[in-house]
C-alpha cells in the first residue's frame, strides 16, 4: 500500500459558488452558517489526478472462474475485480449500475476528507445532532440526542458511518457538505464519474418503501409501522423503481476504479488517504462477507451495504473493498447482489468464493 503515500501535483479546483448552489440545492436541510463556511474556504484547493492507464488484459483464468461462480449463484450478481498496480479489470455485469445501499457512506467520507484536504471543513469541528437529524434503522448516535442534541467531531462521525455504518452519522456528514447534491459537486471535482450516492439515507429507504420521509419516523419503529401500512401494489411499485433505476446506483466496475485509484493516492492527501483507508480496515460490519475467506496473511478494507427485505427477497446485498496480499499486492473487488432470494449462508458462501478465486489469482501470480 505504498500507494498512499504518492503526492501528485495539486491544480485549481471547485471555485466557491458551486458549493453555495449545492447547499441551495440541498432544500435548506444544510445550516446556512455551514454553507457561509464551505463558500469562504480557499478558491485554490489540493487535488489529484486520477492517473490514465494502459491496462493489460484481465486474467483469463480470473475471468473464467468468475463466469464459472456468478453462474452457478442463478441470480443477477455484479462482481468487479480491479488489480490496483496493472489496472486490469475482471468482471460480469461489471458495468451496469447496482443499488449500492450503505456502500454509498464510502462516497460521502471521500467527499468530506476532499474538503478537509481544501481547508473548507475542519475535521475536529463541533456539530451539534437534534431531533432533525434522527435518520432510519441502524443509527446509533441517535440515541445520544438529548433535549438540547448531541456534540460530536466530524470526526467522530466519519468513524461511525465507515466503521459501524450509522445511518444517521452519515446523513449529518452529507448535510455538513451541502446535501445529495454538495457530495455529487464534490465527487465530480474529483473527476469521480463511476459512483454515486443519489440521497439522504433516510430519503432513499424511504422512497424505496414507497413512502415520503417524515420527522416522526425517526424514533422507534415509527418508519417499520407506517411501511407495514402501505398496500402491496404501492410497495411493489416503489420497489419495482427503485431496482429499474436506484438512486445509489453505481457500477461494479466503477466502484473497483475508485477504490484503486484511492489506494493509489490519487483521490486525497496522503493523511486523509490513510484516514480512510484505516477506517475501512476497521470496518465491523459484514465479517463473514469478503472477510471471511480471507486468507492468513491477507488484509482486507471494506465497506458493506444491506437494503430491505420484501416478499422474500432481500435488495442491494453488496461488500466492497480492498484485499491485500503478503506482499502487498491490492486488488479492489466488488460483489453486489441486485435482487436476491437466496439463503444468507449461500450469499455469504458466494462472496466468500469470490475472494478465493482473487486469492488465487494472486498466488498463481506470484508463481508465475
Known amino acids: 500500500m505504498a500507494g498512499w503515500l504518492r503526492h501528485l501535483r495539486g491544480r485549481r479546483g471547485l471555485a466557491a459558488g ?38 493489460p488484459p484481465a486474467p483469463a483464468a480470473l475471468q473464467a472462474r468468475l463466469d ?3 453462474g452457478a449463484y442463478g441470480e443477477p450478481v455484479g462482481v468487479a475485480v480491479t488489480d490496483v498496480a496493472q489496472g486490469w479489470t475482471a468482471g460480469v455485469d461489471k458495468d451496469r449500475p447496482y443499488p ?6 464510502l462516497w460521502v467520507a471521500i467527499s468530506v476528507l476532499h474538503a478537509v484536504d481544501a481547508g473548507r471543513i475542519d475535521p ?29 467531531q466530524i470526526s467522530a462521525l466519519l468513524r461511525r458511518a465507515l466503521v459501524e455504518s450509522d445511518n444517521a452519522a452519515n446523513d449529518k456528514l452529507m448535510r455538513e457538505m451541502g446535501g445529495p447534491d454538495g457530495v455529487a459537486a464534490a465527487l465530480a471535482d474529483m473527476g469521480l464519474t463511476g459512483v454515486k450516492v443519489g440521497a439522504y439515507e433516510r430519503d432513499l429507504q424511504a422512497r424505496t418503501a414507497g413512502l415520503v420521509w417524515q420527522a416522526d419516523y ?22 419495482a423503481a427503485y431496482l429499474a433505476e436506484p438512486l445509489d446506483g453505481s457500477s461494479p466496475a466503477g466502484i473497483t476504479t475508485t477504490l484503486a485509484a484511492l ?23 459484514g465479517p463473514h462477507r469478503l472477510k471471511g475467506a480471507l486468507p492468513a496473511g491477507w488484509s482486507i478494507g471494506h465497506k458493506t451495504g444491506t437494503g430491505q427485505d420484501f416478499e422474500g427477497y432481500a435488495v442491494g446485498i453488496n461488500d466492497v473493498g480492498l484485499l491485500t496480499a503478503p506482499d502487498g499486492h491490492t486488488y479492489a473487488v466488488a460483489v453486489m447482489l441486485r435482487q436476491t432470494r437466496k439463503s444468507v449462508p449461500d450469499r455469504l458462501a458466494f462472496m466468500q468464493s469470490i475472494t478465493r478465486a482473487v486469492a488465487d489469482q494472486w498466488a498463481q501470480h506470484t508463481v508465475d
Open 263 to 285: 489506494s493509489r493516492g490519487e483521490l486525497l492527501t496522503p493523511q486523509s488517504t490513510a484516514q480512510v483507508l484505516d477506517l475501512m480496515h476497521a470496518c465491523r460490519t
Open 68 to 70: 464459472e461462480l456468478t
Open 124 to 152: 475536529t469541528a463541533t456539530v451539534t445532532l437534534t431531533d432533525a437529524d434522527r435518520s432510519v434503522f441502524f443509527q446509533p448516535v441517535a440515541y445520544n440526542i438529548g433535549k438540547d442534541g448531541y456534540a460530536t
Open 218 to 239: 425517526g424514533v422507534g419503529w415509527n418508519f417499520q409501522a407506517a411501511r407495514e401500512r402501505l398496500s402491496r401494489p404501492d410497495r411493489e411499485a416503489a420497489m
Open 18 to 55: 458551486a458549493l453555495v448552489a449545492a447547499a441551495a440545492l440541498a432544500g435548506g436541510l444544510v445550516s446556512a452558517d455551514r454553507a457561509v463556511k464551505l463558500a469562504s474556504g480557499p478558491l485554490t484547493e489540493t487535488r489529484f489526478h486520477i492517473q490514465a492507464r494502459k491496462a
Open 100 to 105: 449500492q445501499q450503505s456502500v454509498s457512506k
